[in-house]
């Protein structure tokens, strides 16, 4: 059985850092596309960063130039660098595996909480 758990989460001061990973244990096949999302009470999940089996990235504006995705493949590991935190970035991080094989199917963690205050 697949299992993603998110890690790294936690308080920090607007303007901070912060490293979310996440770590697939099982077997996946056939993946698609790995991702980070956000939620925060009364709001829709929504995406962050994405980055495909073959390395290409996408980020929506909120936070492009602040936010980093990258892969460990060799250890099925996926990582999203946090830089220039704001208040607003306050949320439960998910992170997501979208697998191809033999159908489409998403994978989910239970969340991290990053708290940006000060």
């Known amino acids: 059985q697949v299992q993603l758990v998110e890690s790294g989460g936690g308080l920090v001061q607007p303007g901070g850092s912060l490293k979310l990973s996440c770590a697939a244990s099982?077997?996946?096949?056939?993946?698609?596309?790995m991702a980070w999302y956000r939620q925060t009470p009364g709001k829709e999940r929504e995406l962050v960063a994405s980055i495909t089996s073959d390395g290409s990235t996408n980020y929506v504006d909120f936070v492009k130039g602040r936010f980093t995705i990258s892969r460990y493949n060799a250890r099925n590991t996926m990582y999203l660098q946090m830089d220039s935190l704001k208040p607003e970035d306050t949320a439960v991080y998910y992170c997501n595996v979208m697998s191809g094989t033999p159908l489409i199917r998403n994978y989910w963690g239970q969340g991290t909480q990053v708290t940006v205050s000060s």
């Open positions: 099982g077997s996946i096949f056939g993946i698609l596309l």
